[in-house]
């Protein structure tokens, strides 16, 4: 059996070029949906750009971002796979989700559990690369992670622990560079919680009607009507909570416009959600991997620019 997902990329790599053997495990670990590795990621290069400022080091640690970013890949491979083995019964009852692998029987349970050891011994190999204290944190969240995908089951707000577990990073970056975590590090994983609850109450707009049908909970079925303001007062935290975090470091212009610029990136997008407009969703989703990645060059350009102008103007 070999079938697209509907929510991937039309005319992704996985589909056009990737072996037909291994799509499935591509497919299952969202290789042809990379959007969760960076939301994943941004938060871990935030991290270590705000702890590069703080540190006064002349760039963010190039070897971190180079591990945070294969670590990202391996963890959210793992954790969509984790979540496609419990929810493989919904899935199938979910019209976008029906063509996952697990779902749709192209991936059995045990070759989905052995999928899932190989991306946890890579994420593992990538923690142990880091300080003592770092690798304490990273162990830290594994529970929250693990529990995720049973939330929809029992509560209305699982974005709030989705938030917990994608935001992790936040503290990932700093643990490494000062082996501990101070106030910065701590409103910026706040910041990030309130980032990933509103983006994926957007999301999740997407299969409200399923999800009512079968029973799964989610912000979306909670705010309803409500889910603009839901998200702007949330997005309104988030700015509040990354300027004090920044402001904490003594920034400099860069990373002022940098927030500036994020902060303009979620007004646009409280500014023109549709919630009736799936593929609407689904864009302003996707999004916030741009507005990550303004926030994250501003950030690193605070640290870079100086540098770069003391080597040319000394």
């Known amino acids: 059996m ?4 509907s929510d991937a990329p039309q005319g992704n790599w996985v589909d056009r070029h990737a072996p037909a053997a291994l799509r499935p495990y591509l497919r299952v670990a ?25 540190a006064g080091q002349p760039w ?18 793992a954790g969509c796979t984790w979540n496609d083995i419990l929810d493989r019964k919904i899935d199938r009852a979910v019209a976008r989700t029906r063509n996952r692998p697990v779902a749709s029987g192209a991936l059995n349970v045990p070759m989905a559990f052995a999928f899932l050891a190989l991306q946890c011994a890579i994420g593992l190999a990538v923690l142990l690369s880091l300080p003592r204290f770092a690798v304490v944190t990273g162990l830290a969240s594994m529970g929250v992670v693990a529990i995720y995908p049973l939330m929809k089951r029992i509560t209305s707000v699982p974005q709030l622990v989705l938030g917990i577990a994608f935001s992790w990073g936040a503290l990932m970056g700093w643990a490494s560079v000062f082996h501990t975590i101070s106030d910065p590090a701590l409103l910026l994983f706040a910041g990030s919680v309130a980032w990933v609850f509103a983006y994926d109450t957007i999301y999740a707009h997407q299969d409200k009607e399923d999800d009512a049908v079968v029973g799964v ?9 409500k889910t603009r303001l839901a998200v702007g007062l949330c997005y309104a935290l988030v700015v509040v909570l990354f300027t004090l975090s920044i402001l904490s470091v003594s920034p400099g212009l860069f990373a002022l416009l940098g927030l500036a610029g994020f902060a303009l990136h979620l007004l646009w997008q409280v500014r023109t959600l549709d919630i009736d407009d799936g593929d609407r969703c689904l864009a302003l989703f996707r999004s916030n991997r741009d507005a990550g990645l303004i926030l994250f060059a501003g950030l690193a350009l605070d640290s870079l620019v100086p540098t770069l102008l003391h080597w040319l103007l000394p």
């Open 2 to 5: 070999d079938s697209t997902v």
């Open 217 to 225: 909970r989610s912000t979306a079925l909670l705010f309803g009507r």
């Open 60 to 77: 963010p640690d190039v070897r971190l971002l180079v591990l945070f970013a294969i670590g990202a890949v391996a963890m959210r491979g």
């Open 30 to 54: 969202r290789l042809d949906r990379p959007i969760g590795s960076w939301l994943l990621l941004l938060p871990c290069w935030w991290s270590t750009a705000l702890a590069a400022m703080a």
